[in-house]
């Protein structure tokens, strides 16, 4: 069975009897995936519906990454799962046990905030045993866990030092720390890399995919950036206005999108859509746009007009704007001198279909030799 | 800037800011020196004229006849004891009060906030007589208590309080809360050390009122018993139309001056800081 | 390492976790405290005043009837009220029309980081925190008719000696002196943050724009602190309405009720005299007087004041 303490899989004394007060629960469906949410919603007193009827089930050891514009409701879902915030209805299960009324304390999952959260007036060493002593660990354990965990993030060296008197990415480190010590069954992790420069956060990312592998607890991962979402989910939940519009492995949100918000939202560029007729809808890649008629060409043939060009270095990046006025991507190599006409030719294979609720339809048979 | 040569406008300039310097110190300093001077003076000496600024020969037992006649080792004592219980009444109360207001939403908070601050609208100057009826019907007149219990709430600290507790990001409460704190250890434990320079702010806030006070205390009070030092310098003065003896009570004052001006020195940054506070918000 | 303390730690914190924190989860326990003080101390006792204004209340004979209007009468036809109402209007005005003025110039001129001008703040600061006992005695020495340092300084300059607190006009010009001398260190210490709110750049640009010392001063100093004002004016006018120690302590209203004000008043006739019921009522006027000042005090301001 994969246990929830990971943790001790690396640790140098490998004892596994310390385990938080959490977990002493009753598991009622052991069989069950890891966090199953029924029917979540959360209304706030003002009114305000950030999440409405939500359901979704992660699997044991994912790393799950909830994708979604800012104001979609993600943070809100997150907190909800931390027991940060309260449910407004529907219930949360992690491992078969009922949590919706827990305290965040007795749910066994920890978080990692995006402005880290560390206590400012704690050391290091102190922000991470502070919830370990909630936990009635003893001093012992305590210190052995503090190791291990200062070890794996690499801040042996700062145990004493004060949060104010660390970077940007040591003090992610230590968030990070401080909620592989309590080995949580659930990780939570609210854009932990949106406060770290550029090239930290690259970083970074690779550092997180490094510690979820070596420890491999269920990880919950916000973000809003799609590409953070590409490279380090296992498994992507795409998020909007409070619902979840896919859920998926990464090659399928991307080559096989359930909807067109998920068509636009991943991928960068994100896919190019126009309305063909009886409120159908087309889509493309801009990288399967071709600027000259192939032979035996069968697929869509689109009339358009050049508006902008952007040098990328390698290639260009156009906007082209469609006879209806809709707006597209593409990106090619070729030198086009803007106000141009010309028509860009899209194989069948590679169309997808959007039907009049913005829904996914077969292409099959329909695009054969379309022309807009 | 300075070219060397002095103009006679720079001149006149720097006379007259001297001289503003100097009307500003005499003003605030003089009033205490004499204050000193006299003390140590003879009876006699305290009331010639011209005034001497030096004492001729120093009387130091001026003080102790001072202490003695005050009595001022029993109200030090009230004023300690008075002092740190309202203190720490005003911990127990305004800060679980002020983390409330500053960091849960909940029903009619706006309407609750609104009472609690209830005093800094109305002066409770104005309405202590209904305040010592309601004292003396529970029995509360010339008791520690009674000094003590209605200070144990004020809007102004949990007005200030409020404001200091909003500045904690809620991600570090709710840190908190995920690492299985109680919530008696969020506010001592999270909330309290972060913001510790409101809560020191408001303390000496606290410290220089109660310790001050001369108005609560008059009225609550009918004797000695729990009386604090502001009280004590009426024993040296003449109940009819003797002459006062301006040399011991001068003594005294120095009594009742020197603890806040010792702790204003010390501590005059936050002092300052604490009353500063209160403009701005 | 000895385990027993751990465990009653833990037992304690399981009690607490499981009886003490759901109660003080819900806001409205933590604010129960407070909130039953204030409404036993703050809003009871404001009620009783307006409920005691219109009772005629003697709690040695035992009497507690219904009266009307008959203490509002009373205090209306005793000039005495009428003469502390005027006095408490004439000290508050001038506590601030002296008051602010000069701390604004002080602050002006102390508004500099040289120790001088800390040193300076720091003195001028001393009476604010030193209490109104130790002012008061200190000054009532000062200002001694007979022996009074005061008098003697005004006798260097060829002055009359004057009668200070005991005379009928100069008592309430007296304390009103003591009042500005308590509370001008704290009025600069607001006013000076208030001047270091001002960004350098305005006077660098100013200073471009060839504007004297003068022409800066009421050009670019006053309308940038205005919005602290409407504070300063505030608490200002607040405190001198409610004076009470400085009375008590240095005239005791006199002499002839001249330098008498309204919550020496109130406390002379209910607390001294037993006039309950009218003192009541004196301190509802007053109560509305005080709610009217800083409602008018806080729109005419608020309206001049300069907000970013």
Known sequence: MPGPHRIKNYGRHGRGDYRPAINSEKRIDAAESMISLKGLKKTYPNGFTAIDNLNLDIQDGSFTVLVGPSGCGKTTFLRMIAGCEECTEGEIFIRGRNITKKAPGDRGVAMVFQNYALYPHMTVEKNISFGLKNYGYGREEIRAILRDVLELVGLLDYAKSKPSSLSGGQRQRVALARAISKSPEVFLMDEPLSNLDARLRVQMRGELIRIHQKIGSTTIYITHDQVEAMTMGDCIAVMNEGAIMQCGSPDEVYNNPANIFTARFIGDPGMNIVAWRDGVSLGFRSSKALLQRPSQFAGLTLNAAVRTREHLGEVYRYTLATARGEEIEIRNDYLLETGRHLAIYIRGENLYAFGADSGRIPTAGLVDDAEI | ?281 | ?308
Not at chain 2, 186 to 198: G, Q, S, T
Not at chain 3, 111 to 134: A, D, K, M, R
Not at chain 3, 141 to 156: C, K, V
């Open chain 3, 1 to 308: 390492m000895n385990e027993s303390p751990r465990v009653a730690g833990n037992i304690i914190r399981r009690m607490e976790m499981r009886f003490v924190n759901p109660i003080l989860k819900s806001p409205y326990a933590l604010i129960l405290p407070a909130l039953a003080i204030c409404v036993c101390f703050s809003v009871i006792p404001a009620l009783m005043a307006f409920r005691n204004s219109f009772f005629s209340v003697d709690y040695v004979a035992g009497v507690d009837r219904f009266a009307g209007m008959a203490n509002y009468r009373s205090i209306f036809t005793d000039g005495a009220f009428i003469q502390v109402f005027r006095n408490t209007v004439v000290f508050t005005f001038f506590s601030a029309a002296f008051g602010i003025p000069l701390a604004v110039l002080t602050a002006v001129f102390l508004n500099s980081n040289s120790p001088l001008c800390n040193f300076t703040q720091g003195v001028v600061f001393t009476p604010h925190v030193i209490s109104f006992v130790s002012v008061s005695t200190l000054w009532t020495f000062m200002m001694d008719p007979q022996f009074g340092i005061l008098n003697y300084a005004l006798g260097l300059l060829g002055i009359r000696p004057l009668m200070w607190l005991l005379g009928e006009n100069t008592s309430l010009p007296s304390i009103i002196i003591v009042s500005v001398w308590k509370t001008l260190g704290y009025n600069v210490l607001i006013v000076v943050s208030a001047l270091q709110t001002i960004p350098r750049e305005v006077y660098e640009s100013a200073m471009l724009d060839r504007s004297g010392p003068v022409r800066t001063f009421f050009h670019i100093t006053l309308p940038m602190i205005s919005p602290f004002f409407v504070f300063l004016i505030t608490t200002c006018v607040a405190q001198t309405l409610n004076t009470f120690d400085l009375v008590r302590l240095m005239t005791g209203g006199g002499p002839k009720n001249s330098s008498n004000l309204m919550v020496y008043w109130i406390y002379e006739t209910g607390y001294l005299h037993f006039q309950v019921g009218k003192a009541m009522a004196g301190a509802v006027i007053f109560l509305f007087f005080v709610g009217a000042v800083s409602l008018l005090n806080f729109a005419l301001t608020s309206r001049r004041a300069y907000y970013q």
């Open chain 2, 1 to 281: 800037m300075s070219d060397g040569t002095l103009s006679p406008k720079k001149i006149l300039m720097g006379a007259l800011t001297a001289a503003v310097f100097a009307a500003l110190l005499a003003a605030f300093i003089f009033p205490m020196f004499f204050m000193l001077s006299t003390s140590f003076k003879t009876l006699r000496e305290a009331n010639i004229t011209p005034p001497s600024l030096i004492p001729s020969e120093f009387h130091p037992e001026n003080y102790a006849a001072a202490w003695r006649r005050m009595n001022f080792p029993h109200y030090l004592l009230n004023s300690v004891f008075i002092t740190v219980c309202t203190i720490a009444g005003q911990l127990l109360v305004c800060v679980p009060c002020a983390y409330a207001f500053a960091k849960k939403q909940f029903r009619f908070k706006n309407i609750l906030f609104a009472l609690v601050l209830f005093d800094l609208v109305v002066p409770a100057q104005a309405v202590f007589l209904s305040y010592y009826l309601i004292e003396s019907r529970l029995g509360w007149i010339d008791t520690y208590r009674g000094l003590v219990v209605p200070f144990a709430y004020s809007a102004y600290t949990i007005f200030f309080l409020t404001q200091g507790f909003k500045t904690v990001p809620d991600e570090i409460l709710d840190a908190a809360r995920m690492d299985g704190s109680s919530e008696i250890q969020i506010i001592a434990l999270i909330m309290a050390p972060i913001a510790k320079p409101v809560i020191i702010a408001a303390t000496l806030f606290t410290f220089a009122y109660k310790w001050n006070d001369y108005f609560w205390t008059s009225i609550l009070t009918t004797s000695e018993a729990v009386r604090t030092i502001p009280m004590a310098i009426q024993n040296l003065m003449p109940t009819d139309h003797t002459i006062r003896e301006w040399h011991i009570i001068m003594s005294g004052n120095v009594m009742l001056f020197a603890p806040m001006f010792v702790i204003y020195i010390l501590a005059g940054k936050y002092i300052k800081e604490s009353f500063t506070y209160r403009g701005g918000r």
